[in-house]
T-cell receptor, first 112, second 114 residues
Framework: SQELEQSPQSLIVQEGKNLTINCTSS?????LYWYKQKYGEGLIFLMM?????EEKSHEKITAKLDEKKQQSSLHITASQPSHAGIYLC????????????FGTGTRLQVTL | DGGITQSPKYLFRKEGQNVTLSCEQN?????MYWYRQDPGQGLRLIYY???????QKGDIAEGYSVSREKKESFPLTVTSAQKNPTAFYLC?????????????FGPGTRLTVL
């Protein structure tokens, strides 16, 4: 099955700073999903990327999928305390939509 | 409001006891999933079901069992055979079909074995 590596594992940034989280696979990413999780809660869907070179934005968060479809990045502009949490990437296991494999997550803290 | 509910939020179990975690969705989704999350780790798939009366093992199915008798319900039983059951359990559902669409997650159940 697919393995997803996320980096960094944790991140502490000052409010207002930009940051980037990466998700890398040795296999082709057919469907790449980004989720956010507050500690002890369920996951909240952020964005899904499917095509090589695709980029999507929502408020201050931008996700990109590289042309080779093996790496995705999540960029947060002008971070706020509300951005704190765990960010997880998940990818479809095969070319048909069935089940996701998740990365180990990136824990983000935003300091005042 | 449409969504996924999991109950209970916290569950305590003595060693050697079976326990069942509830997951219900009213989103009319075909596919449902159970994940386990341990500290510092991502989600690992336990079981999933793409249609009523059918389910498949995920990556860590040993010591767990499921049923899918109704479209809206996908209960997970943690049996005494599961050697390390203390964890955070998450249920999810998805519209299903061949198109890529996101999974919606419930709030989770934290299971502690005493």
């Amino acid at each position: 099955s697919q393995e997803l590596e996320q980096s960094p594992q944790s991140l502490i940034v000052q409010e207002g700073k930009n940051l980037t989280i990466n998700c890398t696979s040795s296999k082709t990413l057919y469907g790449l999903y980004w989720y956010k999780q507050k500690y002890g809660e369920g996951l909240i869907f952020l964005m899904m990327l499917q095509k090589g070179g695709e980029e999507k934005s929502h408020e201050k968060i931008t996700a990109k999928l590289d042309e080779k479809k093996q790496q995705s990045s999540l960029h947060i502009t002008a971070s706020q305390p509300s951005h704190a949490g765990i960010y997880l990437c998940g990818a479809e296991d095969t070319g048909t939509a069935s089940k996701l494999t998740f990365g180990t997550g990136t824990r983000l803290q935003v300091t005042l | 409001d449409g969504g996924i509910t999991q109950s209970p939020k916290y569950l305590f179990r003595k060693e050697g006891q079976n326990v069942t975690l509830s997951c219900e969705q009213n989103l009319n989704h075909d596919a449902m999933y159970w994940y386990r999350q341990d500290p510092g780790q991502g989600l690992r798939l336990i079981y999933y079901s793409q249609i009523v009366n059918d389910f498949q093992k995920g990556d860590i199915a040993e010591g767990y069992s499921v049923s899918r008798e109704k479209k809206e319900s996908f209960p997970l039983t943690v049996t005494s055979a599961q050697k390390n059951p203390t964890a955070f359990y998450l249920c999810a559902s998805r519209l299903g079909g061949p198109s890529y669409n996101e999974q919606f997650f419930g709030p989770g159940t934290r299971l502690t074995v005493l």
